[in-house]
């Protein structure tokens, strides 16, 4: 049953968690990923252009520390793939996978310098309430964009291509105008 000492919990396992971690420097791997939703009537999210990269950092990493770590890992292998896209990586929600929302830049969260991890990595159970640290554990965290601005993306793809199609098209077309001009006998 619901005892006096259950409205103490939190206090006490956010207590714990910081002991548990405070000692030395846990480093954790997460995988980032940039996702899309999925068009309306489905739900979950799809990679984006295969940017995915495994991470390295602090367990103690803040939630806007992470969100730039993740920012700086995926930024070139974004702005390769959307072929310089006008979107910004910090136009984006940022989730645990699969849909547990850790920052939205619509609606900042009351505390951007809570530590985001530590519940993913450090465990406890109810016969040992120190929290246990799990290194192993798979945590990816997501850059999401709705479904309409990855369309976006992909139509202004199309239209780069097509550019860049075009301008081979154009310097092929000199290049044998040119050599057809000096292929012509002189008269």
Sequence with gaps: GYTANHQFHHQHRSKMLHAASSSCVQIV????????LKPEGKSG?????????????????TR????????????????????????????????????????????PLYDPD???????????????????FYASTKV???????HAQYESVQLW??????LVGLHHEYLCLAKCSDFSAVMMPLR
Excluded at 29 to 36: D, G, P
Excluded at 75 to 95: A, Y
Excluded at 114 to 132: C, E, G, I, N, R
């Design 29 to 36: 791997t997460i995988q980032a990923a940039l996702h899309h």
């Design 45 to 61: 999210t799809l990679l984006v252009g295969n940017i995915e990269r495994d991470m390295h950092v602090s367990l103690s990493t």
């Design 64 to 107: 806007t520390e992470l969100r730039l770590d993740i920012i700086r890992h995926l930024q070139s292998p974004w702005t390769e793939w959307s072929r310089k896209h006008s979107l910004t990586l910090e136009s984006l929600e940022m989730h645990k996978s699969p849909m547990m929302l850790l920052f939205d830049p619509r609606q």
């Design 114 to 132: 809570a530590v985001v991890l530590h519940d993913f990595f450090l465990h406890s159970t109810t016969k040992d309430l120190v929290p246990k």
């Design 140 to 146: 990816a965290i997501l850059l999401v964009m709705m």
């Design 157 to 162: 793809r199309e239209q780069i291509d097509e």
